[in-house]
């Protein structure tokens, strides 16, 4: 699960970062609303976490945005220290799920996001799509044309990396961040040997997509790649 946190304290941020990392979440970080903004131009997020008093701009015009440009159906968390009942209102109906107040607990905060996104809605029926390739990823489920392709964990997440990123590069770097948590014991070629199993078996499938290395960089999907 991809998750941005927009946050513009330092430590806050680093706080709910480590602990949604270490709870296996991928986390991307947007100290400003121009910085959420732009991160969810080029993201698809599973669900946004939003302060709402952010330097440059509101967060409830950050979640307005994010409502009516971007992803109608990304859940959104807001952080506030603002207690009225005018402001939760508010957040409320720019669309938000859920409204936390500071200063609050990271469990709560973690068994409050997990609740939204068990939440039924469209995004779950969203398919990821690349030439025969399909992902589900409410289902953590793959096809090629149609047949169901078996992948373990790890293979669905390094799928779904390089489905987000529509045939463009994923540096490695980044690829170990999302794959693996901080507490996981990593060996030097544990993406190599995923990346490797992944590739055998669209080979095996047959599926017309393949995974390029882009040396010294990262991996892409690419179609019709010789394998
Ligand atoms: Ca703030």
Redesign the pocket.
């Known amino acids: 699960m991809r998750v941005l946190l927009v ?3 330092p430590t ?1 941020r680093g706080l709910i970062c480590d602990h949604l990392r270490k709870r296996g979440f991928a986390v991307d970080m947007a100290p400003s609303g121009d910085e959420a903004l732009a991160a969810i131009r080029v993201a698809v997020y599973d669900a946004v976490i939003l ?5 440059d701009m509101d ?1 409830m015009d950050v979640l307005r945005r994010l409502r009516t440009e971007r992803q109608p159906h990304v859940p959104a968390l807001i ?3 603002r207690d009225s009942i005018e402001a939760r209102v508010g957040g409320l109906d720019a669309g938000a799920d859920d409204y936390i107040l500071k200063p609050f607990d990271l469990a709560e905060l973690e068994a409050r996001l997990r609740a939204v996104l068990r939440r039924p809605g469209p995004r779950s029926a969203a398919l990821f799509r690349f030439g025969d390739l399909t992902f589900d990823p409410g289902a953590r489920s793959a096809a090629v044309a149609e047949r169901s392709l078996e992948l373990a964990r790890r293979e669905a997440c390094l799928l779904e990396e390089l489905l987000l990123a529509e045939g463009r590069v994923v540096v490695r770097d980044v690829l170990e961040e999302r794959l693996y948590g901080f507490d996981d014991e990593v060996s030097a070629n544990a993406l190599e040997a995923s990346v490797s199993r992944l590739r055998r078996k669209l080979v095996a499938a047959g599926s017309l997509v393949g995974v390029e290395v882009a040396r010294g960089i990262g991996y892409r999907l690419k179609l019709g790649v010789a394998t």
Not at 51 to 55: F, R, Y
């Open positions: 946050e513009d304290h806050m302060d709402l008093g952010l330097p967060g952080l506030t220290a």
